[in-house]
């Protein structure tokens, strides 16, 4: 991470979610400070760990949040589709409010959680699908990731501040179903992606898949290889199990052919439960 190698200090943004939950064991350090930010409460705080409730839409929660903070992972906003007003206040006013605040403050790298659904009308036709493909967003949601995306590269070539975009996949302790054999991140792949992100020399702007290395996966990992990720896990060992409960995917079926899977048919700004 840059800066004081015993003064760390990383800003989480969406601190109380899943993957927050997921990755802060795995990026706990003894030279680190965790500062959780969340307008859900975080009542599990460790040892480490600083919490700030308060939401990414509020100017003034964030220039405080990112006072001595050496980088920001950027993790909140909303996850899955919902109504346009509120795709643009959280997902796109939230990370530019993340970003301003973090330039202010003088934090040289942001991590942002970008997702596959900022490329979601990609098909397997197009395989290995490259990080940065050409966005085709399924929904406003994946909207959403688009912008946050080309905000961060704004960032990037406008105040020289490292932004890297993880367009994640499925992250979960295991895959959940069929697809996800292929688009599975596991949550210590996960760190190490961060790690690989905070670790990396001066790198501008860049976008990544966020995928474990998958015998089915069938999007790029060359560009976080290029950053030092080297994923170790592979969906495959929970193969077996998944395809006795499910059957083997059909390549054919949407679900499976385009990048988004049911992404790309459901209505737009309909919550997803």
């Not at 760390?8 to 706990?28: C, D, H």
């Not at 385009?258 to 048919?265: D, N, V």
């Amino acid at each position: 991470m840059q800066g004081d190698n015993h003064n760390q200090v990383l800003l989480i943004t969406g601190g109380a979610g899943n993957m927050a939950s997921l990755l802060r064991p795995r990026l706990a350090r003894q030279n680190r400070v965790l500062r959780l930010l969340d307008i859900a409460p975080v009542d599990d705080a460790g040892p480490g760990e600083e919490i700030i409730t308060a939401s990414i839409t509020d100017p003034l929660a964030l220039a405080g949040a990112c006072v001595g903070a050496t980088a920001v992972l950027h993790l909140g906003g909303l996850s899955n589709e919902a109504p346009w007003e509120d795709i643009l206040k959280v997902n796109v006013e939230g990370t530019r409010t993340v970003l301003a605040a973090a330039r202010r403050a003088g934090v040289g790298r942001v991590i942002l959680a970008s997702s596959n659904h900022a490329a979601g009308f990609h098909t397997r036709d197009d395989a290995p699908v490259p990080a940065d493909a050409t966005p085709r967003p399924d929904t406003y949601y994946g909207f959403s990731k688009v912008a946050v995306e080309a905000l961060g590269s704004l960032y990037a070539s406008r105040f020289g501040v490292d932004v890297a975009c993880l367009r994640i996949g499925t992250c979960f302790a295991e895959p959940p179903d069929v697809r996800a054999l292929a688009t599975w991140l596991s949550p210590d792949d996960a760190a190490r992606l961060v790690e690989a992100c905070l670790s990396a020399p001066a790198f501008g702007f860049r976008v990544v898949w966020g995928i474990s290395a998958n015998t089915r996966r069938w999007w790029s990992l060359a560009e976080g290889n290029a950053l030092g990720y080297a994923p170790r896990d592979d969906a495959e060992v929970f193969a077996q199990k998944l395809i006795a409960e499910h059957g083997e995917p059909d390549l054919a079926d949407p679900e499976h052919h385009l990048l988004g899977g049911t992404f790309c048919a459901q209505p737009l700004g309909e919550w997803r439960h």
